[in-house]
Nanobody
């Protein structure tokens, strides 16, 4: 079992920055792949950024160059630094964990464990 707790969400103006944190506990093997997803009202959950235990990272085209995913293994925490935020980044952000992500780290169906989410609101 894996327990994930997100934090760091909030309200910012366009162009601003936020850093999200995902604190993880439980089975280490089941956290080999960790990703950030977001879901806006009426839309499907979409992958934003992913990181493997070895350090490989993946990003959705919509956030490349603006968002950075990182991990602190000593703290069992994954971060999402979000810069140059846009109103279209407004969504509930979720942290996901899985042992393999089935080779698709930005696909919601690849994840066995989820946090409760943290809201990000970007105003124009």
């Amino acid at each position: 079992q894996v327990h994930l707790v997100e934090s760091g969400g909030g309200s910012v103006q366009a162009g601003g920055s936020l850093r999200l944190s995902c604190a993880a506990s439980g089975d280490t093997y089941s956290r080999n792949c960790m990703s950030w997803f977001r879901q806006a009202p009426g839309k499907e959950r979409e992958g934003v950024a992913a990181i493997y235990i070895g350090g490989s990272t993946y990003y959705a085209d919509s956030v490349k160059g603006r968002f950075t995913i990182s991990q602190d293994n000593a703290k069992n925490t994954v971060y999402l630094q979000m810069n140059s935020l846009k109103p279209e980044d407004t969504a509930m952000y979720y942290c996901g964990a899985d042992s393999t992500c089935l080779g698709m780290p930005l696909s919601a169906g690849s994840f066995a464990y989820w946090g409760q989410g943290t809201q990000v609101t970007v105003s124009s």
